[in-house]
């Protein structure tokens, strides 16, 4: 119930995580939609201004065009009336502004091709009517003015200049039509502008309405999550009491069980073997009541009285003793091995290079008995643990180790650690005989050996290896093929932190 | 001799079978001395204290007591024993248990116990510890009982 509870609060938390952020994106996207629109927006404003101002510029070139072949044509006809220089130079002044009028127009309409092509007609015109004006001017000023009169009146200049008249209000009303057009388009950008802006704002409204919305929800669920967290926290303390509770309750029944053994088991064995020696001594009597009644009396003693007492008695006690005494050996190993768990662990930094040498120093004699090497990898890891353990834990490792070398070939055992995170590995390897697989879990277990029964021993000192690893907080495993030596892992934490069950 | 018979031997011990082999390998050792056997505690410290014949109303003693009984634990009758308002506090007392709990003899040395012997399931080790336990009784000096 509590770890459903939990998933629930957690599934819940990384979907409203999710909402929020989507929320946000999609607020962010919307102001983004907005701003682009905007920066859009102006930039067609810009443009449009620039347009509308263009317009205006052609409107005003092409009227100060027109107003320019106005004023030549007006003091061209002066002049013809009245040949006063004041027409003439009237004349020269406006003659001269047309041609630039007419440039500056090209300039400002060069991108627009019908009216590039109108304003090409103008400058044709322009060029004609200038000719045919200069032509009735120069006969003004050779006071021909008969004859100027009469070839303004054939050279048809009027009607050129109404031709042209035509071109430039065409161009003007052009020019309009293109600003109606450009003013139609601003609206629309406008329009389209307000819509995306209005779309924008209620886009960041309602991410705005939501995320407030989620985030009332999720506060809401905090709270009563952390509500619902101490709750269990609470509870959690109470478990973990009561599991000390019963595991210190455990070790007590195991430690009473170990005494019980002790007492119970031996009771009976003291009186087995009491009573045997006894019954020994009385076989012993028997014997020698046979052996002189045979010799003064043979007729009364049968054979089967004297195979009982030469031969069946001393079997059997014999038997009874071997088996009280194996059974007092495993007795005591469990014994041992319980003990072991009752002892309080000091824990304190070890060097375990030193201990290491110290143990091998100890083996040494065994080492040169079997033509064996202990080569110790420096510097293998200091750890903070109890001493005496681990000493005994990598004694009955390398003793191991050196019993069970292949005696055709010369022994070879590797001590080397490392460190693991928190946890120091320490690893005794050989080229020893090898543990078949099969049996490498029932190597650690208490009177299990594996192999041929060879060496001595009652298959107790990896059990007690094992125990006391377990103790430290640590775990052992071996990897091992029947044949080529084993290898023993042991990992120990590298700070051993003494249990509650160890006060006394 | 007559000095040591007079002091008893009051065995507390509720396995027939030790009982009989330690009786056994105490007269082996030519120790003659009277011995009261009990099995359980509560008999045994009625003996001791009330008895006409028990030793705080008649002569030295000593203990001979096992830790293991079926009424009451053998360091409970130590404790009683050796209670400073105890008449037999000053009784030597033989502790001999199947016990070789470093914790359990510690306990008992500080109740006042003044052997601790360990059974041990080898005959022949339990043979000669009781048989110099019965040297030593032929040659300790059992005090009398204050009253």
Redesign the interface.
């Given at each position: 119930m509590v770890r459903a509870s939990n998933v629930f609060v957690g599934d819940r938390g990384r979907r409203t995580r999710r909402l929020l952020i989507a929320f946000t994106i999609f607020g962010f996207l919307s102001l983004i939609c907005a701003v682009i629109a905007a920066g859009w927006a102006i930039g067609q404003t810009r443009d449009y201004t620039f347009w509308v101002n263009h317009t205006y510029k052609v409107e005003q070139a092409i009227a100060d065009f027109r107003v320019a072949a106005e004023r030549a044509e007006t003091a061209r006809r002066g002049y013809l009336v009245n040949a006063q220089p004041r027409f003439r130079m009237n004349y020269d002044q406006a003659a001269s502004t047309l041609e630039p009028a007419l440039d500056r127009l090209a300039g400002l309409i060069s991108d627009n091709r019908a009216e590039v092509a109108r304003v090409g007609v103008l400058r044709n015109g322009l060029a004609e009517l200038q000719q045919r004006r200069a032509r009735t001017i120069a006969l003004v000023d050779a006071n021909r003015m008969g004859d100027a009169i009469r070839v303004f009146r054939e050279d048809g200049s009027g009607a050129l200049m109404d031709r042209m008249r035509t071109v430039a209000k065409d161009m003007a009303v052009a020019e309009r039509a293109l600003l109606a057009q450009r003013d139609a388009d601003q609206q629309s950008i406008f329009l389209t502008f307000e819509i995306v802006l209005g779309v924008a704002a209620a886009a960041l409204l309602l991410v705005i309405v939501l995320t407030a919305l989620t985030m009332m929800r999720y506060v809401r669920d905090l709270s009563s999550t952390s509500e619902r967290l101490a709750d269990l926290n609470e509870s959690l303390e109470d478990a973990v009491n009561e599991r000390t509770a019963d595991l210190t309750r455990a070790n007590e029944e195991i430690q009473r069980f170990a005494y019980i053994i002790s007492h119970d088991l031996r009771a009976p064995l003291v009186n087995v073997m009491g009573f045997t020696a006894e019954l020994d001594a009385a076989a012993h009597s028997v014997r020698e009541l046979i052996d002189h009644a045979e010799k003064i009396a043979p007729n009364i003693v049968t054979e089967e009285a004297r195979l009982a007492a030469r031969e069946d008695l001393p079997e059997a006690i014999g038997f009874i003793r071997t088996s009280t005494q194996k059974m007092d050996v495993l007795i005591n190993a469990i014994l041992k091995l319980s003990r072991e768990g009752r002892r309080v662990l000091a824990p304190e930094l070890i060097d375990t290079d030193a201990l290491v040498g110290k143990i091998g120093e100890t083996l040494q004699h065994r080492l040169d008995e079997r033509d064996a090497e202990l080569i110790v990898k420096h510097p293998l890891p200091e750890i903070v643990s109890d001493r005496l353990a681990v000493d005994q834990i990598l004694s009955n490792v390398i003793d191991n180790a050196i019993k069970y070398l292949q005696p055709d070939r010369p022994g070879r055992i590797v001590v080397s650690g490392r460190i693991e995170g928190i946890r120091a590995i320490f690893e005794v390897e050989d080229n020893g005989r090898g543990i078949d697989p099969r049996d490498h879990a029932r190597v650690f277990d208490l009177f299990r050996r594996s192999g041929p029964q060879d060496q001595p021993g009652e298959g107790i000192g990896l059990a007690h290896v094992r125990a006391l690893v377990y103790r430290l907080g640590g775990v052992i495993d071996v990897t091992s093929e029947l044949g080529s030596g084993a290898s023993f892992r042991i990992s120990l934490p590298q700070t051993l932190i003494k249990a509650q069950d160890d006060r006394k | 001799m007559n000095d040591h018979r007079s002091v008893s031997i009051v065995m507390i011990e509720d396995?027939e079978?030790?009982a009989r082999?330690i009786e056994?390998n105490i007269r082996r050792a030519g120790i003659l001395n009277d011995i009261r056997h009990f099995t359980d505690g509560h008999s045994a410290l009625d003996f001791l204290y009330n008895s006409p014949q028990g030793p705080a109303l008649n002569g030295p003693a000593l203990v001979l007591l096992d830790?293991?009984l079926p009424d009451m634990s053998g360091t409970d009758i130590l404790a009683r024993i050796k209670d400073d308002a105890s008449p037999l506090k000053r009784t030597p007392v033989v502790v001999l248990?199947?016990?070789?709990?470093k914790v359990e003899i510690q306990r008992c040395y500080d109740l006042g116990c003044n052997v601790y012997i360990t059974?041990?399931?080898?005959?022949?080790n339990?043979?000669q510890a009781i048989r110099q336990l019965g040297l030593f009784l032929s040659v300790i000096q059992v005090p009398e009982v204050d009253g």
């Open positions: - | 396995d079978g030790h082999l056994k830790l293991n248990t199947t016990t070789d709990d059974k041990p399931v080898n005959y022949e339990f043979a």
